[in-house]
């Protein structure tokens, strides 16, 4: 089973300098590539230069994680793709827990590894986590991160089990199935396609493992930090597009819902004194009403399930019942 490790980079230099010198030493047997995203640092020459085992591709532009995963994909042929952020950080042995899953369940068709904090390492990663779910308003969440509340590492999560979606930061995806799916929707740009992904994965039967048997560590918010409003924007747009998109039944009394909900998280920015994160969520709004006859139209070409989304609100129990940790839940 041959698989390629992938990793997107955009004016990444220092990333790489720090990141890659892992990914090369414990991924022998990987082909590894670095997808570069028409960077207008150095980093493909200091690619050339210090890994010449690293294979690059170089897309013509930057069109974000979406496009740029698609285009270079386009280009690799092998069983497995695991697309891997700039900034993370693997560990011996990463691999072979998610080979071996891969080769003894063949119905499982992308798989996530244990995402720590590479700055607190006892503690799981925001995007990631040990693993990610649903809930029915479209609001995901993780094994190990419940908004903004994220729990140490106990080994609580070192099982091998099924999950919704898995991270883009570190996502294993058979290149058959990645195919299949016709890759990421390009329209997310950046942020939440890889939930879509897992989500049509899911509406076509696949199913999506976590394995706590691999761990990476990852950085976070290297290209685009937390407290940016663009990356607000892009999480609550694309929060909308997916569910939306997939969501089994009558899906807008859900997507209604979820724009009150999205309304009192602008009333809660403006009383946090961060008023351009309220306006991104109006932008995000008028964004989705304005491509809404494109959603329902891959809406319809899409085979929906009933299965595997929280039909509780995490929002509720988060707030409303103070449930922090996934055990609670």
């Given at each position: 089973m041959r698989v390629a490790v992938v990793i997107l980079n955009w004016n990444g230099k220092a990333l790489l300098e720090e990141f890659l010198?892992?990914?090369?030493?414990?991924?022998t047997e990987a082909e590894i590539?670095?997808?570069?995203?028409?960077?207008?640092?150095?980093?493909?020459?200091f690619v050339k230069s210090y890994f010449p085992e690293v294979k690059i591709i170089e897309n013509k532009k930057n069109r974000g994680y979406a496009k740029g995963y698609n285009e270079a994909l386009k280009h690799i042929n092998t069983d497995i793709f695991c697309l891997l952020n700039s900034d993370v950080q693997v560990t011996k042995n990463w691999l072979a827990p998610v080979l071996e899953l891969l080769k003894t369940y063949?119905?499982?068709?992308?798989?996530?590894?244990?995402?720590?904090?590479?700055?607190r390492k006892?503690?799981?990663?925001?995007?990631?986590a040990a693993g990610g779910f649903i809930d029915k308003y479209g609001y995901p969440y993780c094994r190990g991160r419940?908004?903004?509340?994220?729990?140490e590492d106990h080994g609580q999560f070192n099982d091998t089990t099924e999950i919704f979606w898995a991270s883009g930061a570190c996502l294993f995806i058979r290149k058959k199935v990645f195919e299949?799916?016709?890759?990421?929707?390009?329209?997310f740009f950046a942020h939440m396609e890889e939930i879509d992904l897992c989500w049509r994965a899911k509406n076509k039967g696949y199913s999506i493992k976590?394995?706590?048997?691999?761990e990476v560590y990852h950085l976070g918010g290297a290209t685009l930090k937390k407290a940016?409003?663009?990356?607000?924007?892009?999480?609550?747009r694309n929060s909308l597009f997916t569910l939306c998109k997939n969501a089994d039944g009558i899906v807008f009394g859900r997507v209604l819902v979820r724009l009150i909900l999205d309304g009192i998280a602008g009333i809660k920015f403006l009383l946090e004194l961060k008023p351009k994160h309220t306006l991104v969520i109006l932008k995000a709004h008028f964004s989705f009403y304005k491509n809404l006859n494109k959603i329902l139209l891959k809406r319809q070409s899409e085979k929906r399930s009933v299965k595997y989304y929280q039909r509780t609100s995490i929002v509720f129990d988060y707030f409303v019942n103070k449930k922090r940790y996934y055990d609670s839940l």
């Open positions: 010198p892992t990914v090369t030493q414990y991924s590539y670095v997808a570069d995203n028409a960077s207008n640092d150095d980093s493909v020459s063949s119905n499982t068709a992308i798989i996530q590894p244990k995402i720590l904090d590479y700055n006892q503690y799981f990663e925001y995007a990631g419940i908004f903004d509340t994220i729990e299949e799916l016709n890759g990421f929707d390009e329209s976590y394995t706590g048997k691999s940016n409003p663009k990356k607000t924007y892009l999480n609550f």
